[in-house]
T-cell receptor, first 118, second 113 residues
Framework: DGGITQSPKYLFRKEGQNVTLSCEQN?????MYWYRQDPGQGLRLIYY???????QKGDIAEGYSVSREKKESFPLTVTSAQKNPTAFYLC?????????????????FGAGTRLSVL | QKEVEQNSGPLSVPEGAIASLNCTYS??????FFWYRQYSGKSPELIMF????GDKEDGRFTAQLNKASQYVSLLIRDSQPSDSATYLC?????????????FGAGTRLAVHP
């Protein structure tokens, strides 16, 4: 069953703690993305990766870190430097991330991880 | 000015009616446009994408794109209570050369029996 798996579904962070959100895909997609969604707001891009061992900052990267050691995996770490981490975190992937129009650039989403602060 | 703007709603329509959801964008160079549906507490799922001016139909859904006026809309015919959700408009920005999507805040649709 192909798809994007995010875990855990719910996560609680203590003050000063780093936490890591998992994102795994078996769609053989090259590009992966992390978004943050706050209530009543659209999705904001945190980081993205176009290929293995390469990733770029999005619009709100401060306080977050990522790695892309395998094509299938793109974990996100929410560090203690992120002072307002409570949000819904969404991982997405697409076949490619180039300029071509059409289906190759469609982003598909995992089920999300809801992070709260204790 | 926000890059992608949507009316937050709620847009309330009776069952069987046509729901019309609108989205405007600021970057005239935008190339591809996506509509996602998001149920409460769930992740977005793709409804349609469009990149040519005009209409694109898929079942009960029709996406309309007018690049000159910089708006894209989604029509839902024969609306059902199961269509009640937040609809996110996403616009692909040409900046940076990668597949960056700019999302609107979404329009909440409520279809009542």
């Amino acid at each position: 069953d192909g798809g994007i798996t995010q875990s855990p579904k719910y996560l609680f962070r203590k003050e000063g703690q780093n936490v890591t959100l998992s994102c795994e895909q078996n769609l053989n997609h090259d590009a992966m993305y992390w978004y943050r969604q706050d209530p009543g707001q659209g999705l904001r891009l945190i980081y993205y990766s176009q290929i293995v061992n390469d990733f770029q900052k999005g619009d709100i990267a401060e306080g977050y870190s990522v790695s892309r050691e395998k094509k299938e995996s793109f974990p996100l770490t929410v560090t203690s430097a992120q002072k307002n981490p409570t949000a819904f975190y969404l991982c997405a992937s697409s076949i490619s991330s180039g300029r071509a129009l059409g289906g190759k650039n469609i982003q598909y989403f995992g089920a999300g991880t809801r992070l709260s602060v204790l | 000015q926000k890059e992608v703007e949507q009316n937050s709603g709620p847009l309330s329509v009776p069952e069987g009616a046509i729901a019309s959801l609108n989205c405007t964008y600021s970057d005239r160079g935008s190339q591809s446009f996506f509509w996602y549906r998001q149920y409460s507490g769930k992740s977005p799922e793709l409804i349609m994408f469009i990149y040519s001016n005009g209409d694109k139909e898929d079942g009960r859904f029709t996406a309309q794109l007018n690049k000159a006026s910089q708006y894209v809309s989604l029509l839902i015919r024969d609306s059902q209570p199961s269509d009640s959700a937040t609809y996110l408009c996403a616009v692909r920005s040409p900046s940076g050369g990668y597949n960056k999507l700019i999302f609107g805040a979404g329009t909440r649709l409520a279809v009542h029996p």
